[in-house]
């Protein structure tokens, strides 16, 4: 079989050099790329990187190899076409269909999905024109990827950095296997929560449970390779941030909620995947409790956290807003689940099966989803990813 043919176009930000380990990943995935720079770009990173790297020619012109017609050739046969970084530049050439180097030749000629991870200065970022820009690039079906918040060109931070190469080539993948359909989550904003929350004992301990957040962000990556905005509240996860994610740290079910409830206001779909504890102990410690040789340790009583999935399900924030919830269940897992489903009056309910070694930090998960109108869509063992699309196509059927 063919391998994949991805153009990784390159422009003229600080952060090209990012762009190596993107590249790295996609040939070592099985992906033939072909990368276009800018000439700005070389500025940053010169051809011979990319050539070596790529096993591909270089150019930035239209004018190299005029026979082989390259300024609509490489565009034609893509099947991804990605820039990463995405300059202001780039951003406003690609907007208006300007088309006076090669990568912008490509991206006009491309029939194939677009992603664009912008990188630039907050400023840069915030500008109404390229606000414009980005907003016009959405509206035509490219993944434009909100950058991360952190540490920019010189000493100054603020949003603008490129998010982690590791997880741009995450959402390349995710939007290959799609192929050439419409980003159909593209304008909508869903929360995701994802993790186990934490409920303190005291200052060192507290009760948890296994819940390692990876469901969470399958579908927080998932929904942001379709085109979503994505608020992702992760409770004692410790995995990367998704690209162009707001990640939402909290610790507790209480700040769960609170996080939820606030990012939910205008969301268009919110999924509960974060196992969140039923109880918390009824008092804290302020100082570690400490052991009494002579004495049985004082017991635990535990008092009920809000049931947040009835909550947001019975009050929605808005018309129309789609809720998701997960039930882990260790036995009778079906009847547990369609009584669930009842009880919390939630969309749809993903059911499945958990257990010390089923489910929890694994990377699959088999599951069967029920839903409010009676249907059930049973997911086979798979990826997580697998599992979390399923999830976003049967939310995409109720928003429309
Ligand atoms: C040191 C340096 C760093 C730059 N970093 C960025 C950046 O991160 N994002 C951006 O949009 N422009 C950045 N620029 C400005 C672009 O290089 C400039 O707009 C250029 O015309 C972009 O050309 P291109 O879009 O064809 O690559 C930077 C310029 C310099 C000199």
Same mark, same amino acid.
């Given at each position: 079989?063919?391998?994949? /043919?991805?153009?990784?176009?390159?422009?003229?930000?600080?952060?090209?050099? /990012?762009?190596?380990?993107?590249?790295?990943?996609?040939?070592?995935?099985?992906?033939?790329?072909?990368?276009?720079?800018? %000439?700005?770009?070389?500025?940053?990173?010169?051809?011979? !990187?990319?050539?070596?790297?790529?096993?591909?020619?270089?150019?930035?012109?239209?004018?190299?190899?005029?026979?082989?017609?390259?300024?609509? *050739?490489?565009?034609?046969?893509?099947?991804?076409?990605?820039?990463?970084?995405?300059?202001?530049?780039?951003?406003?050439?690609?907007?208006?269909?300007?088309?006076?180097?090669?990568? !912008?030749?490509?991206?006009? !000629?491309?029939?194939?999905?677009? +992603?664009?991870?912008?990188?630039?200065?907050?400023?840069?970022?915030?500008?109404? %024109? !390229? *606000?414009?820009?980005?907003?016009?690039?959405? *509206?035509?079906?490219?993944?434009?990827?909100?950058?991360a918040v952190g540490r920019l060109t010189g000493v100054d931070t603020g949003k603008g950095r490129l998010p982690d190469p590791a997880e741009i080539f995450e959402v390349c993948r995710r939007v290959l296997a799609r192929g050439v359909r419409e980003p159909d989550l593209a304008g909508r904003h869903v929360v995701v929560s994802a993790g186990g929350t934490r409920e303190?004992?005291?200052?060192?301990?507290?009760?948890?449970?296994?819940?390692?957040?990876?469901?969470?962000?399958?579908?927080? *990556?998932? %929904?942001?390779?379709?085109?979503?905005?994505?608020?992702?509240?992760?409770?004692?996860?410790?995995?990367?941030?998704?690209?162009?994610?707001?990640? +939402?740290?909290?610790?507790?079910a209480v700040q769960l909620r609170e996080a939820v409830i606030k990012a939910a206001a205008d969301a268009d779909a919110v999924v509960m995947a974060a196992a969140v504890a039923d109880f918390r102990p009824e008092t804290y410690a302020a100082g570690k409790i400490k052991k009494k040789d002579d004495k049985d340790p004082d017991p635990i009583v535990l008092v009920r956290n809000p049931d947040i999935l009835a909550e947001i399900s019975a009050d929605r924030a808005r018309p129309g807003q789609v809720v998701v919830g997960f039930a882990a269940e260790t036995d009778d897992v079906l009847a547990n689940g369609r009584a669930k489903l009842r009880r919390k009056g939630c969309d749809l309910l993903v059911v499945n099966e958990v257990g010390e070694r089923k489910t929890f930090g694994s990377e699959e998960n088999e599951a069967l989803v029920l839903a409010a109108d009676g249907s059930e869509t049973p997911v086979p063992h798979g990826p997580k990813e697998a599992l979390a699309e399923t999830v976003w196509d049967l939310v995409v059927d109720r928003l429309s």
């Amino acid at each position: 079989m063919d391998k994949p /043919k991805v153009v990784l176009g390159v422009s003229g930000g600080i952060a090209a050099y /990012k762009a190596c380990e993107l590249l790295r990943r996609l040939t070592e995935s099985g992906h033939d790329v072909r990368v276009v720079p800018t %000439a700005s770009a070389l500025h940053f990173v010169g051809a011979a !990187t990319w050539s070596a790297l790529s096993g591909n020619p270089v150019s930035t012109e239209v004018w190299d190899d005029v026979h082989e017609v390259p300024h609509v *050739r490489i565009g034609q046969h893509a099947d991804l076409v990605v820039v990463a970084p995405a300059t202001a530049d780039m951003l406003a050439k690609a907007a208006h269909g300007l088309a006076d180097d090669l990568l !912008t030749n490509t991206l006009l !000629t491309a029939r194939c999905p677009v +992603v664009l991870a912008p990188a630039m200065h907050t400023e840069m970022w915030e500008h109404p %024109a !390229t *606000r414009e820009n980005v907003a016009t690039l959405r *509206r035509r079906g490219a993944v434009v990827i909100e950058p991360a918040v952190g540490r920019l060109t010189g000493v100054d931070t603020g949003k603008g950095r490129l998010p982690d190469p590791a997880e741009i080539f995450e959402v390349c993948r995710r939007v290959l296997a799609r192929g050439v359909r419409e980003p159909d989550l593209a304008g909508r904003h869903v929360v995701v929560s994802a993790g186990g929350t934490r409920e303190p004992l005291d200052p060192v301990r507290f009760l948890g449970n296994r819940s390692s957040g990876k469901q969470g962000y399958a579908l927080a *990556r998932t %929904a942001a390779a379709r085109g979503a905005r994505v608020t992702l509240v992760a409770a004692n996860t410790g995995l990367p941030d998704p690209a162009g994610v707001d990640v +939402v740290p909290v610790g507790t079910a209480v700040q769960l909620r609170e996080a939820v409830i606030k990012a939910a206001a205008d969301a268009d779909a919110v999924v509960m995947a974060a196992a969140v504890a039923d109880f918390r102990p009824e008092t804290y410690a302020a100082g570690k409790i400490k052991k009494k040789d002579d004495k049985d340790p004082d017991p635990i009583v535990l008092v009920r956290n809000p049931d947040i999935l009835a909550e947001i399900s019975a009050d929605r924030a808005r018309p129309g807003q789609v809720v998701v919830g997960f039930a882990a269940e260790t036995d009778d897992v079906l009847a547990n689940g369609r009584a669930k489903l009842r009880r919390k009056g939630c969309d749809l309910l993903v059911v499945n099966e958990v257990g010390e070694r089923k489910t929890f930090g694994s990377e699959e998960n088999e599951a069967l989803v029920l839903a409010a109108d009676g249907s059930e869509t049973p997911v086979p063992h798979g990826p997580k990813e697998a599992l979390a699309e399923t999830v976003w196509d049967l939310v995409v059927d109720r928003l429309s």
